[in-house]
């Protein structure tokens, strides 16, 4: 019985290990490595910047800066792909990892030159160009965040795999594309060119973040891959390097972990608002025209019909279920002017520094015809209410009215007029006369332009 029970478990132990042989199979790139001689030789080339490749480079951080400024998602992919910025910092990475300090050096001398004539090319754009509102795709590369730094550390796995082994396929170029080192360095240079300081340290800080784990991911790959390293005469001085590069990557991660913290708590208040919106604000005739957060206030705009106080004691306490009891539950309310409107807006917090006065006044608009439309609905159903007895005393067989507007598209006038409907419900067929009158009269009391009446049994 023991010998059995020691020969399953040399069985499974044996299978177990050639289970992880074969897996370890699949996943050995050592195989496919490239010669190693040549891999240095082409990284180090790339890694120098003189000449055409220069030109290139400046090239392509017009083509960045003309892409972030039309706003052009097509413009900047073209310009990361012909970006040769990625060779200087591969450089640096293969540098650190084969012990060579003298390759370190050089990439990182042309790493600065190419940082510095790309800043100063995008300024000089900025400058020039009568084109000066921060775009979308400008201002998405101004707060970085963790998930910049899992993104530069895995495409610049992927890029250096690509590079020293033999199957390279299409992954340079998306490589180019995910690491997205030229757009951070053109909104750099559009926040010296507009004196936006927030924005300069923002996306020159991405470009860092790129920069460092695309060196952190290089030199991993190059111990995995086995590259020689150099004989080194000065061991203390190697520790000392690397010791520089552990503290630089610890470092350069606090600001974009917490940054992604603050994201994410961020989207979590957000989604509570949203839900205590969705679950408590359901008013019957209310309209929630927009929510926001601003600082520790929950603004919130509604048209139509007035929400009570009590209600509005009631939502107040119920921020609790929310998590959100430590804000203060603002709600603007009520028909109003546009100028009324925008100054509540302003005064709340609701209208950011991104939000123009077009914008505004066109949310304004938009409230007003909400406000027309809630307005319009209520009065008809108040007036079948109002006029139920009269018409039952003009025309006793009815039983029961619905007065309601409706829309029609008329391309002959540009005057706005209200069409009404008006359906009745009656206990024995009305003559064709009857219904001519009682058409009339209905067009009388409810003030419209034309009325379409509806007899049912």
Request: glycine share 6%.
């Amino acid at each position: 019985m023991i010998n059995n029970e020691r020969d399953t478990m040399q069985f499974m132990k044996e299978n177990k290990q050639e289970l992880w042989v074969v897996i370890k199979g699949y996943f050995n790139a050592l195989p496919d490595k490239e010669d190693e001689q040549e891999t240095i030789k082409s990284i180090s080339s790339d890694a120098v910047f003189h000449g055409a490749k220069l030109w290139v480079l400046v090239f392509a951080i017009f083509i960045a800066s003309l892409g972030l400024n039309v706003n052009s998602t097509a413009v900047i992919i073209g310009a990361m792909l012909i970006s040769p910025l990625m060779g200087p910092i591969i450089g640096m990475g293969l540098g650190i990892g084969i012990s060579d300090l003298r390759l370190l050096h050089r990439s990182f001398k042309n790493y600065l030159i190419a940082t510095l004539i790309s800043v100063l090319t995008a300024t000089f754009y900025f400058l020039l160009t009568p084109l000066t509102a921060a775009q979308s795709e400008l201002l998405a590369r101004t707060s970085p965040t963790l998930y910049d730094v899992f993104i530069a550390l895995i495409g610049g796995a992927a890029g250096f795999l690509a590079i020293a082994t033999k199957g390279k396929g299409n992954v340079i170029p998306g490589v180019a594309i995910a690491t997205a080192l030229m757009p951070p360095l053109c909104t750099a240079g559009y926040g010296l060119a507009m004196g936006q300081l927030s924005y300069f340290l923002g996306a020159f800080y991405l470009f860092f973040i790129n920069t460092v784990f695309i060196c952190l991911s290089t030199f991993i790959g190059v111990r995995m891959l086995r590259f020689k390293q150099k004989k080194f005469v000065e061991p203390v001085q190697l520790q000392k390097v690397k010791r520089y590069i552990i503290a630089i990557v610890v470092i350069t991660m606090l600001p974009a972990t917490y940054m992604t913290i603050q994201i994410i708590k961020k989207s979590v208040r957000e989604n509570n608002v949203r839900k205590f919106v969705k679950n408590e604000m359901s008013f019957k005739g209310t309209h929630i025209i927009s929510q926001s957060i601003n600082e520790k206030n929950i603004n919130i705009v509604a048209v139509g019909r007035a929400i009570t106080s009590s209600d509005i004691s009631r939502l107040k306490k119920g921020l609790k279920n929310y998590q959100l009891d430590d804000y203060k539950l603002n709600i603007i309310q009520g028909a109003m002017s546009d100028s009324t409107l925008i100054n509540n807006l302003m005064r709340n917090g609701t209208a950011s520094n991104e939000l123009t006065n077009k914008q505004l006044m066109e949310q304004a608009t938009q409230i007003q015809e909400l406000e027309r439309q809630v307005e319009a609905y209520t009065r008809y159903s108040s007036l079948s209410q109002g006029i139920r007895k009269e018409v039952t005393s003009l025309w006793p067989s009815i039983t029961k009215i619905a007065i309601a507007p409706i829309h029609e598209a008329r391309t002959d006038t540009a005057v706005t007029k209200r069409y009404v409907i008006a359906i009745v419900g009656s206990k024995s067929p009305i003559e064709h006369a009857d219904q001519l009158r009682m058409q009339r009269w209905l067009k009388e009391r409810a003030k419209a332009d034309s009325l379409r009446l509806i007899v049912t049994p």
